[in-house]
């Protein structure tokens, strides 16, 4: 049996930046437009009017100030409201092979590694540009990596679910070097005009390179122990498959075609879930709290992540041993907790151990425990 270690870690920020004023002002005005449109029908009591969505609103409930998107046009325009992302040629790289060469390049530079050393890519994200080929084959043929390649979907868990394999394959000798890459074109999936939800989500690529820790070649995180939990749960739902065409009724602009989220159900069920989860795996690994340096948390909301940090801590943690980047990111499914680590894990003493969790969709958990070696 070998030694996991995360060896690498590089993360893709997409140009575009939309801020939560220029959000509420392209909502409003899509909201305005929809209620001028429909005003007989509002009036009669047909339709239900949309209210106006608010900055504060959108800070208060979530911590979210700003999201970078892949196409700011499109979701910004009240006519649109969604990314515009031209269909490229079956010649042309994926948008999301195109965002995690980027993302790949940087964790593999971190790990002083050639892509031809690399033998596994995971491409582990909640949605995927297309059913076939794999997006993940497309990126090892792009980097020049060899072995073998597959997608996978744990929604928002995707990630931390991609490590626990990596790491497994590393830990039994069927893979020497892996990448798991997230690319996460959230923005696609979002129904930007749902005042519920349009301020939720934000594009991003993570990358992680995990290898034997024999073989790190410089600073790395080894990897303990990962756990993995699911149960099934509606409250986080994406209608959209390959049978929608099969389907009565199955037009473009059915809402459950797109992401849809029983929110305050998700903040009380998913919380004790998670909480009870990562104390659990830290009780079997012998890391009590005072033991845990940090916390690389899922980032979709920051009264949630307060919460677990609490439970965890056993009191407030400092923020600098729960960071958050969802103030900056928005939420990007299951590359929060990795940007969270790529950013913030660098100035750990050797020794020092910390917590990878992801968590949504599902319900799904994934833990990670790692130390600085
Ligand atoms: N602007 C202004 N008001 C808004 C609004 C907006 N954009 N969206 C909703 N509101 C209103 C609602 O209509 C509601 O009004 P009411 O009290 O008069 O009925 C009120 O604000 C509260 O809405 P609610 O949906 O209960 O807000 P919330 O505090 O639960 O926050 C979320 C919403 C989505 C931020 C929060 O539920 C959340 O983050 N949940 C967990 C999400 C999660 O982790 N999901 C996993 C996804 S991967």
């Known amino acids: 049996m070998y030694m996991p270690a995360i060896t690498g870690s590089g993360v893709f920020t997409p ?21 001028t449109e429909h005003a007989e029908a509002i009036a009669a009591g047909e339709v239900e009017a949309k209210a106006p969505s608010s900055t504060e609103f959108i800070i208060s409930a979530s911590g979210i100030e700003q999201r970078y998107v892949m196409n700011k046009s ?7 409201m969604h990314p515009l992302l031209p269909p490229r040629s079956d010649d042309e790289p994926g948008i999301m ?13 971190q790990a002083g590694r050639e892509a031809g050393e690399v033998d596994l890519v995971i491409c582990a994200a909640s949605n995927h540009e297309r059913a076939y080929p794999a997006i993940a084959i497309e990126i090892q043929q792009l980097l020049g990596a060899g072995g073998f390649a597959f997608d996978m979907n744990v929604a928002c868990s995707s990630a931390t679910f991609g490590i626990q394999t990596a790491a497994d394959m590393i830990r039994s000798g069927s893979v020497r070097c892996a990448i798991v890459v997230s690319p996460e074109i959230c923005s696609g999936h979002l129904e930007w005009r749902d005042r519920d939800c349009h301020f939720i989500f934000g594009d991003v690529c993570t990358a992680l390179v995990l290898e034997r820790a024999e073989d790190a070649k410089g600073d790395h995180f080894i990897v303990h122990s990962t756990r993995c939990a699911t149960q099934f749960s509606n409250n986080i739902r994406n209608n959209n498959g390959y049978l929608r065409r099969t389907r009565e009724g199955h037009m473009e602009d059915r809402r459950d075609m797109l992401f849809v989220q029983e929110g305050r159900k998700v903040f009380k069920e998913v919380l004790p879930m998670v909480s009870a989860h990562i104390s659990e795996h830290m009780k079997d690994a012998c890391v009590d709290a005072q033991n845990l340096k940090r916390l690389w948390l ?13 439970k965890v801590m056993g009191r407030v943690p400092e923020p600098e041993e729960q960071p958050n980047i969802l103030q900056d990111y928005a939420n990007t499914s299951s ?31 994934g833990s990670v425990l790692v130390e600085r070696a």
């Open 298 to 310: 899922h980032q979709a909301n920051k009264t949630m992540n307060d919460f677990i940090g609490k």
């Open 74 to 80: 499109g979701v910004l325009d009240p006519d649109v």
């Open 15 to 35: 140009e575009e930046i939309v801020t939560n004023d220029e959000l509420v002002v392209a909502f409003n005005a899509y909201a305005e437009k929809f209620n």
């Open 97 to 109: 092979a195109e965002m995690a060469l980027d993302a790949c390049g940087k964790a593999l530079a």
């Open 335 to 365: 590359a929060g907790s990795i940007i969270a680590f790529s950013k913030y894990s660098a100035d750990m003493a050797p020794g020092e151990t910390g917590l990878i969790c992801s968590f949504g969709a599902g319900y799904s958990v």
